[in-house]
């Protein structure tokens, strides 16, 4: 069964740093999001992604926050300088179609910012 | 603001007994609403995803209600096993916008022997 995979599965990183968080949605569908889960919160939209465009974002998504799908395959999500609150776990998402479509979350990538 | 409530925040049951766990919406224009599994350290899995003219949807031992009117959802599960333990989510759609997902605080469920 496709499924979405998510790199690295952990990232530790100094506060100020660059971080980008790779992601592999599943090959035919064409929207893709973010998501982010602080420890014991809820998980949190993040920003959609359809037509190599961010179709919408949260306001957590900042000029820190970029998106890329620079090629067929990965859909990428980059902190240009990371703060301690940024440590989360963030997942990667993506689905066929809007509306009633399934949206099939990847693993996660754990970002501890310290 | 759009916002799931979900009670109760926790669960204890024994192996093979029944829970229901309710779901409270605001969210509005509403197109969709769906539950999902989370395991720990996981990504979510979706059980059931229903539109507002739907008032029940089954997946196995998982049954889901939905009322439109009053903005409620319940999510039943039957016989339960070990496995069941995760932490279940409310989340539901808003039909404007990019098809974000508005994510509830879950029920964190724990089956025992």
């Known amino acids: 069964e496709p499924e979405v995979t998510q790199t690295p599965s952990h990232q530790v990183t100094q506060m100020g740093q660059e971080v980008i968080l790779r992601c592999v949605p599943i090959s035919n569908h064409l929207y893709f999001y973010w998501y982010r889960q602080i420890l014991g919160q809820k998980v949190e939209f993040l920003v959609s992604?359809?037509?190599?465009?961010?179709?919408?974002k949260s306001e957590i998504f900042d000029d820190q926050f970029s998106v890329e799908r620079p090629d067929g395959s990965n859909f990428t999500l980059k902190i240009r300088s990371t703060k301690l609150e940024d440590s989360a776990m963030y997942f990667c998402?993506?689905?066929?179609?809007?509306?009633?479509?399934?949206?099939?979350f990847g693993p996660g990538t754990r970002l501890t910012v310290t | 603001k759009n916002q799931v409530e979900q009670s109760p925040q926790s669960l204890i049951i024994l192996e093979g007994k029944n829970c229901t766990l309710q779901?409270?919406?605001?969210?509005?224009?509403?197109?969709?609403l769906r539950w999902y599994k989370q395991d720990t350290g996981r990504g979510p899995v979706s059980l059931t995803i229903m539109t507002f003219s739907e008032n029940t949807k089954s997946n196995g031992r998982y049954t889901a209600t939905l009322d439109a009117d009053t903005k409620q959802s319940s999510l039943h599960i039957t016989a339960s096993q070990l496995s069941d333990s995760a932490s279940y989510i409310c989340v539901v759609r808003v039909r404007i916008g990019g098809n974000k997902l508005t994510f509830g605080t879950g029920t964190q469920l724990k089956v025992e022997l």
């Open positions: 992604f359809y037509n190599n465009e961010i179709s919408e």
């Open positions: 779901c409270n919406y605001t969210v509005s224009p509403f197109s969709n």
């Open positions: 998402a993506s689905s066929a179609g809007t509306g009633v479509y399934e949206q099939y």
